[in-house]
C-alpha cells in the first residue's frame, strides 16, 4: 500500500504460513526510501503485528538491519520481506514446538504428582519424631481442655444446700404441696371389715419362712 510517492513510502503486510489448528502469525512493515537508495538503507519498522510477543518484533527489527545492511547497493525490499517471512514462518514452528513442550511438561507433572501422591512421604526418624511431637502436643491440648470443661461443669453443679440457699422457697414446697391436697387422706374402711375372719398363719409356723430373704422377690 503506498502511502506517498515523495518520498516514497509505503507498507507490506507479511503473513506466515499456517501452523497448527491453521494459526497464523503476521505482521505489516512500513519502508521509506532514502535520497540515495539502493546505496543506503530504507528507513524501516514493524507498524502492525497479530500473534507476535515483542521479543519475536525485536528479532523482526534486527534482522531487516542485518539483511539491508548485506545488500547494501542493491534493490532489496523483496530480500527484506523475503527474509521476514522465513522468520515468520519460523516463529510458527516455534509456536508449535513450545506448545508440545508445556504439554508435555504438563504431563510430566501431572505423573510425578501422581507417583507422589501414590508413594506418599518416605518415613524417615526425623520427620516421624516431629509428627509425634506435633501429635502429642495436640492430644495434650484436648486432655486439657477436656479437663477444664469438667472443672468447669463441676463448678457450676449446685448441691442441695446451694439450692436452698438460693431459693428460700424450695423447704415450703412439700408443705404448700400437702396443703394444696388438702392433707387428707381417704381410707376404705370396708377393706379391713373382715380382716378377723381370715386365717393369717404366723410366720414363724411358715415352713419356707426364711428371715434371710426377707428383701427377696
Do not use: C
Not at 542485518?66 to 514462518?89: C, D, P, R, Y
Not at 514452528?93 to 507422589?116: C, H
Amino acid at each position: 500500500t503506498v502511502l506517498s510517492e515523495k518520498p516514497t513510502t509505503f507498507t507490506i503486510t507479511v503473513t506466515s504460513e499456517a501452523g497448527e489448528n491453521d494459526e497464523t502469525v503476521q505482521t505489516t512493515l512500513k519502508f521509506t526510501y532514502r535520497e540515495k537508495y539502493p546505496d543506503e538503507t530504507p528507513l524501516y519498522e514493524v507498524v502492525s503485528q497479530e500473534n507476535l510477543d515483542d521479543n519475536d518484533v525485536m528479532d523482526i527489527i534486527k534482522l531487516l538491519e542485518q539483511q539491508a545492511e548485506e545488500n547494501l547497493g542493491m534493490v532489496m525490499i523483496f530480500t527484506l520481506v523475503s527474509a521476514v517471512q522465513e522468520k515468520l514462518n519460523e516463529i510458527v514452528d516455534q509456536i508449535k514446538t513450545r506448545r508440545e513442550e508445556e504439554k508435555k511438561q504438563k504431563e510430566r507433572e501431572a505423573e510425578e504428582e501422581e507417583k507422589q501422591r501414590f508413594h506418599g512421604t518416605p518415613v524417615t526418624i526425623e520427620n516421624f519424631l516431629n509428627w509425634k511431637a506435633k501429635f502429642d502436643a495436640e492430644l495434650l491440648e484436648i486432655k486439657r481442655k477436656k479437663m477444664k470443661e469438667e472443672e468447669q461443669a463441676g463448678k457450676n453443679k449446685l448441691s442441695g444446700k446451694q439450692l436452698f440457699e438460693m431459693d428460700h422457697n424450695l423447704d415450703t414446697s412439700d408443705i404448700q404441696f400437702l396443703e394444696e391436697a388438702g392433707n387428707n387422706v381417704e381410707v376404705d374402711e370396708s377393706l379391713f371389715q373382715e380382716m378377723d375372719d381370715l386365717e393369717l398363719e404366723d410366720e414363724e409356723d411358715d415352713p419356707d419362712y426364711n428371715p434371710v430373704n426377707l428383701d427377696s422377690d
